[in-house]
């Protein structure tokens, strides 16, 4: 009975410092993000899925109160983009096209965000149950997240060192596979940031306006996937003031309209309004507005739209586009 009486007092009192570090973790990051004035992070980004990683150099600005500055550059392309929040809006500015989308968005606040610590302290104040564990050098805590537009994505796991510092963030789905993974190379709570850093800036390398790209689709690139009893119901490339595009019309089920041309940097910098929300996918970050999805990739504009399709429905056929299915334009 003693030592029952024993094993029971180590366990309750193995428990208590157990949430007591994790009270006191929680509250070091809470003063870190709430007492910052502005901050900046920096780090690599990976968005995963079942056959490809997409790698981004990534760095995050804040300044109080609401504005947001997100750069991200693909490491495989050197592609660039901007998700902008200012006291105009939110804007996605991809600089070698010299040109901007300008969302009325509640972006970053209307889902979970893997990069911005705002977020991150959000998800986890709002979580019960959070798994806090001493994991080797870490230690981590598990949070729910909120993706309305890819539901599948269910919980994240942060690692802090022993400092209390966030070192690392992972995101993962339903089957406990990593989707997003987020690693920290520094945050700077005192980055003492103006407003101008969060100005919509035009591109300053001339070479992205003058750089001659072909206006010609010489393929058509065909996505991998489509909701089932859905097919390709006609195909054709019309001829444009600047070049070409090609329709593609899918029949069924979920019936829905796919177009492609080459992307055309602008001579000065345009922006283009639009109602909806900016959204991460397979190395590009797109334009997504109630029962369509814009995106440029590796040089061609898609547009892709169905009434019968949810966001979701949208994102997975836009996400299967791939460079390995293509047929060459006007065959």
């Known amino acids: 009975m003693k030592k029952l009486f024993i094993l029971l007092i180590s366990i309750l009192l193995l428990t208590g410092c157990a949430k007591n570090s994790e009270e006191k973790l929680i509250k070091s990051f809470k003063d870190d993000i709430n007492s910052s004035k502005s901050y900046t992070l920096k780090g690599s980004l990976e968005i995963l899925n079942d056959e490809d990683t997409f790698n981004y150099l990534v760095e995050v600005s804040y300044k109080k109160k609401d504005m947001y500055k997100v750069k991200l ?92 510092n966030l070192k690392k963030n992972e995101v993962y789905n339903s089957d406990n596979k990593i989707r997003i993974r987020l690693v920290i190379s520094s945050i700077d709570y005192k980055a003492n940031l103006d407003d101008d850093h969060f100005k919509v800036e035009e591109s300053t390398d001339s070479s992205c306006c003058s750089e001659q790209s072909s206006n010609v689709l010489d393929e058509i690139i065909y996505p991998l996937y489509i909701p089932s009893d859905t097919y390709l119901k006609t195909k054709e490339t019309i001829s444009t003031d600047t070049g070409n595009r090609s329709i593609l019309t899918f029949g069924g089920n979920k019936e829905f309209v796919l177009i492609e041309e080459p992307s055309k940097p602008s001579l000065e910098f345009e922006t283009i309004p639009i109602y909806g929300d900016p959204i991460m996918m397979n190395g590009v970050v797109g334009a997504l507005s109630g029962n369509s999805l814009y995106f440029s990739k590796d040089n061609i504009d898609y547009y892709l739209a169905g009434n019968d399709m949810s966001s979701q429905e949208l994102i997975s056929v836009a996400s299967s586009i791939s460079n390995t299915l293509v047929t060459s334009v006007g065959k």
């Open 73 to 164: 550059v693909n490491t495989t392309n050197n592609h660039e983009q901007v998700i902008l929040k200012n006291n105009d809006g939110v804007y996605v500015i991809t600089p070698n096209l010299n040109k901007s989308f300008k969302f009325q968005s509640e972006w970053p606040n209307n889902s979970s965000q893997a990069y911005i610590l705002s977020s991150i302290l959000s998800d986890l104040e709002k979580t019960e149950n959070k798994n806090y564990m001493q994991e080797g050098d870490y230690l981590t805590i598990n949070t729910d997240v909120t993706y309305p537009n890819n539901p599948d994505l269910t919980y994240q796991k942060l690692f802090f060192d022993k400092d209390y």
